[in-house]
T-cell receptor, first 114, second 113 residues
Framework: DQQVKQNSPSLSVQEGRISILNCDYT??????FLWYKKYPAEGPTFLIS?????DKNEDGRFTVFLNKSAKHLSLHIVPSQPGDSAVYFC?????????????FGKGTKLTVNP | DAGVTQSPTHLIKTRGQHVTLRCSPI?????VSWYQQVLGQGPQFIFQYYEKEERGRGNFPDRFSARQFPNYSSELNVNALLLGDSALYLCASSQALPTDTQYFGPGTRLTVL
């Protein structure tokens, strides 16, 4: 049973427009969320995170929104650039006994067209 | 500063063989986690180590084992390889536990024939 879901396998946007990537989760115990970007043949690169005590976190062109009641988060990229083309993974932090593991969605492939 | 490094980059094994993957964390990071990513899926948690002790284990068979050394580097061992073990194996490091951003290495691509 997938606890973190990214229902859109792919997304295509024009350069300069907004990219919105969505993520849903089922476990209400998750309290910290992260977005990673992954290029082919590379490991995931940390982008931005958000704690459940916030509903928004912004870092340059990247903003993450969290709606706890809906168990939904989204990543906004404004403006989108061709270099943003990559697979984006949503991850939730699950903690227990002083340990932590990340639970990932399947990813959304973003293509930004020039 | 160097990021997380992993070796080898690629390797090919046959069914039944054993493999050892290596990971060096970011300098100053004391925790190492291992993830398996099969094609079309997100990374799946295998192990977490902190200060040389196993702190967490995912839903993987006992054929998978790991350890962390005094310099905080880590090895992931897989015995009796199966075709289904073919995947990208990712190592991530963080400064501390439990809540600290995990930074990933480039991964080791394992192909089992």
């Amino acid at each position: 049973d997938q606890q973190v879901k990214q229902n859109s396998p792919s997304l295509s946007v024009q350069e300069g427009r907004i990219s919105i990537l969505n993520c849903d989760y089922t476990n209400s115990m998750f309290d910290y969320f992260l977005w990673y970007k992954k290029y082919p043949a590379e490991g995931p690169t940390f982008l931005i995170s958000i704690s459940s005590i916030k509903d928004k976190n912004e870092d340059g062109r990247f903003t993450v929104f969290l709606n706890k009641s809906a168990k939904h988060l989204s990543l906004h990229i404004v403006p989108s650039q061709p270099g943003d083309s990559a697979v984006y993974f949503c991850a939730a932090s699950e903690q227990w006994g002083g340990s932590e593991k990340l639970v990932f969605g399947k990813g959304t492939k973003l293509t930004v067209n020039p | 500063d160097a990021g997380v490094t992993q070796s080898p980059t690629h390797l090919i094994k046959t069914r039944g063989q054993h493999v050892t993957l290596r990971c060096s964390p970011i300098s100053g990071h004391k925790s190492v986690s291992w993830y398996q990513q099969v094609l079309g899926q997100g990374p799946q948690f295998i192990f977490q180590y902190y200060e040389k002790e196993e702190r967490g284990r995912g839903n993987f068979p006992d054929r998978f084992s790991a350890r962390q050394f005094p310099n905080y580097s880590s090895e992931l061992n897989v015995n009796a390889l199966l075709l289904g073990d073919s995947a990208l194996y990712l190592c991530a490091s963080s400064q501390a536990l439990p809540t600290d951003t995990q930074y990933f290495g480039p991964g080791t691509r394992l192909t089992v024939l």
